[in-house]
Structures are given as structure tokens and as C-alpha cells.
């Protein structure tokens, strides 16, 4: 495909996207949440115009139609991601919830006082501080796997810090940070071999890449629906079947029981253990629906695009003074996620300049204190692409980005 090409492709596709036909910004913080195609907001709304009652409680035919769109989708997520069966999908809010449910209901089977616990450094806060509580609360003890500066985490460093003690190991396919991908099949597989579960944050790699995850052999995988062109409020957390059936609920109240006495309570199969309450219907739809719209674009599109934009930035980026990419210098290993910082200027200031040319890009910590406490910096501000995103956009915030030191008082 030549540039050309490209820039006709990208126009027919922002078409599908409302935002861009009615606000006037360059968008750049995907990786924080993306925007909505015509055809999600148009199921969610559907739902609610066609198919509105409580699924899974009412006899009558509105709310079985109601239960039969919301467990349709929640089979249309399984098939996505390859899971076994359809029960081992649990809709949540997003994927810290995800996270956090696994975390808690596995320490109360799996752990003990001096069981570890492993994470890698560079873990977004949301698959940090659930395996914190789980050590506070069971005396286990959590271990840290540095990566390397250029976000590389070493077969050595990942084996070293796995012993005999080690039960869960909890780890990001793709850094929300550095935009570094890990080998969590690799990782998987070893775990496994010594009878550790394996725990996956996907929320920066299911929207941008396929994700089997028999494939991949994790045991938990977590994402969000609002990175991957669906509604914020709607979630999955894949989970083994096997294991699913150990844990105990999460959460507690309607539609999570069998029966209920003054005593006790029986609870329902998996995965309704885990959905308490009145569920997001309408966003586990309008996840289908986003799921379907990937699917039709393409994963072929979708990483041809990605991978050109981010090569296009990355060699844009590094051209202006003062401009340092975090992590590796080949622009391949970033996966549409570039964080940088500028000399001499705070990346607050760094965004909120950008911003008053209508240019959004998200600066400060990014929910990973710890890795950037490890890299040695505070904050830095961050570039995240998607397939929407054009060669122009890139062009304007670049062009917008080598004015700022001047702008600072720094001159050219």
C-alpha cells in the first residue's frame, strides 16, 4: 500500500467514527480509551429502544430477549478470544475489576503466609495493587521482574525470579507505558510446568492484536470494552473453568445465588457466581457489536496501520530537539504507544500546550509509578495510536511538538 493508499483508507474508515465528523481534535490517547463506530452506539442504543428489562429474571418474552442478546455476546467474546467455552467469560466493569476479582478469590485458595506472588515492573497500578492486598491479606510475599531500559524482559531475569514458592505470576502482554510486548505464551508454559496459574492483562493487547487464549495458555486474561471501540462500563475477565469453579464469589447479592436461607446460600454456576447484581446488558451488546466491527475491518488492517503510524511517528518524533522516546530505539517493539519526555519541559506543560492546538495526548505517570520510578523519571507524556489515526494528524502534532521549547523560552 502506498501513502496514497494509505491516507484514502484511513479517511473511509473515520467515517465510521462520529467524533471525527464532529469535533475538531488530534486525537492521540487510544491507549487510555478509544472512540465509539456509529454501529456500537447504535446497538447500545438499540438495546435499550428494542430490548430493555433485566436479563436473567424475568418469564416474560421482553426479558428473555434481553438474557438471550446479553448471553449471545458474552458467546461472541468467547469465540473472539478463543476461550473453551462461553462460561468462562465473566462480564465485569473493566479490566481492573477483572483484575481485582481474580486477585482476591484466587489468594483465598492459592495462598498462604511466604507463598509469592510474581509481577514485572512494569504492571499498570490495576495489576499492581490487587496483588498487594492479596499479599497483605494472606502474608504472601510479591516479587518484582525488572525488564531492561528498552522494556525487555530477559528469559534470565524472568526465570530467576521464579522458586518453588512462587503460585501466581501476573504480568501485561503490551505496556501501557513503553509499548513493549511480552512473551506471555513463553511465560505461560513455564509457569504451568511448575504448577504456577498464570494471570494476563490484556487491555492494551486485545484491541490491537489477536488474543487466543488457549493459544496463549493463561489462565486469567483481563481487558476493558472502552479500548477496543465499545462503551466504558462493560469488561471481561477470561478465566479457566477449572479454577473458576474453586474461587468463591466476589461479590455478593441478586442473580449470583441458587438459593438462599437465613443461614447460608447455594451459588450459581460459573460464570453468574461472578455477576452480581443488575449487569450491564446494554454495554456487553454494544461489546458485541465492537467486536464485530474489528472483525470485519480485520486484524491484517488494523496492525498494517498501526505499525505504519507508529513507525511514521516514532521517526517524526525523534527528529526534534529535545524529544526522548522511553524505552526502545526500533520503533517496532512500541506497538502504537510512545512515551517521551522533553528537556526542559514538564510533560503537564508538554500536553497542555499540545492541547491548545486541539492535539489530546495524556501526560504524567500512566497508572505505572513503579516503572517510571525505575527508569528514573516522574512522569512523561504519552502518544498512543489506532487504526483511525492518519499520517496528517501525526504531521500536526509534530509540527506543533517542535514549537514547544521555543514556546518555553528555550529558543530553536
Known amino acids: ?58 418469564l416474560y418474552a421482553l426479558a428473555e430477549k434481553a438474557t438471550k442478546e446479553y448471553e449471545d455476546a458474552r458467546k461472541t467474546v468467547a469465540d473472539f478470544i478463543g476461550a473453551a467455552d462461553s462460561s468462562e467469560i465473566i462480564f ?73 514458592k512462587t ?15 511480552n512473551d506471555i505464551k513463553k511465560y505461560a508454559s513455564y509457569c504451568h510446568d511448575r504448577g504456577i496459574v498464570f494471570v494476563a492483562d490484556g487491555a492494551q493487547s486485545v484491541p490491537h ?65 461472578f455477576e452480581a447484581g443488575t449487569v450491564n446488558a446494554s454495554g456487553a451488546v454494544a461489546l458485541a457489536e465492537a467486536i464485530r466491527y474489528i472483525n470485519k475491518t480485520g486484524f491484517d488492517v488494523i496492525q498494517e496501520r498501526e505499525d505504519y503510524l507508529t513507525k511514521y511517528a516514532f521517526e517524526k518524533m525523534t527528529a526534534v530537539n529535545g524529544v526522548h522516546i522511553i524505552g526502545s530505539p526500533d520503533a517496532s517493539s512500541h506497538h502504537g504507544i510512545l512515551s517521551f519526555t522533553l528537556d526542559g519541559v514538564h510533560p503537564h506543560d508538554v500536553a497542555s500546550i499540545l492541547d491548545a492546538d486541539n492535539i489530546g495526548v495524556r501526560a504524567g505517570h500512566h497508572c505505572a509509578q513503579p516503572l517510571l520510578a525505575y527508569l528514573g523519571i516522574s512522569s512523561s507524556t504519552r502518544v498512543s495510536l489506532a487504526f483511525y ?10 509540527d506543533s511538538l517542535s514549537q514547544i521549547r521555543r514556546q518555553m523560552g528555550y529558543g530553536e
Not at 13 to 32: C, E, G, H, M, Q
Not at 127 to 134: C, I, S
Open 1 to 58: 500500500m502506498n501513502k496514497e493508499q494509505f491516507r484514502q483508507q484511513g479517511i473511509e474508515i473515520r467515517k465510521d467514527f462520529p467524533l471525527f465528523n464532529s469535533a475538531d481534535v488530534v486525537y492521540l490517547d487510544n491507549a487510555a480509551t478509544s472512540q465509539k463506530p456509529e454501529c456500537v452506539i447504535q446497538a447500545e442504543r438499540d438495546f435499550y429502544e428494542k430490548s430493555n428489562a433485566n436479563p436473567l429474571r424475568g
Open 92 to 164: 465485569t466493569r473493566n479490566a481492573t475489576e477483572g483484575l481485582n476479582l481474580a486477585a482476591y478469590c484466587l489468594s483465598q485458595i492459592m495462598l498462604k503466609e511466604d507463598d509469592e506472588i510474581v509481577v514485572s515492573i512494569m504492571e499498570h497500578h490495576s495489576n499492581l495493587l490487587p496483588w498487594q492486598q492479596a499479599a497483605r491479606r494472606t502474608g504472601a510475599v510479591l516479587k518484582f521482574i525488572e525488564c531492561s531500559k528498552d522494556g525487555v524482559i530477559t528469559d534470565e531475569a524472568f526465570e530467576n525470579a521464579i522458586t518453588d
Open 167 to 181: 503460585k501466581i505470576v501476573a504480568m501485561t502482554q503490551i505496556s501501557n507505558v513503553l509499548g513493549s510486548k
Open 209 to 273: 492484536i489477536p488474543v487466543n487464549v488457549q493459544e496463549l495458555g493463561v489462565d486469567f486474561l483481563s481487558f476493558s470494552g472502552h479500548k477496543m471501540f465499545a462503551p466504558m462500563g462493560i469488561g471481561v475477565l477470561y478465566g479457566r473453568k477449572s479454577l473458576l469453579e474453586q474461587m468463591p464469589p466476589f461479590l455478593y447479592g441478586g442473580e449470583m445465588i441458587e438459593s438462599v436461607t437465613r443461614e447460608s446460600a447455594v451459588y450459581a454456576e460459573v460464570p453468574h457466581k
Open 389 to 398: 489515526n492518519t499520517c496528517e494528524e501525526i504531521d500536526t502534532f509534530v
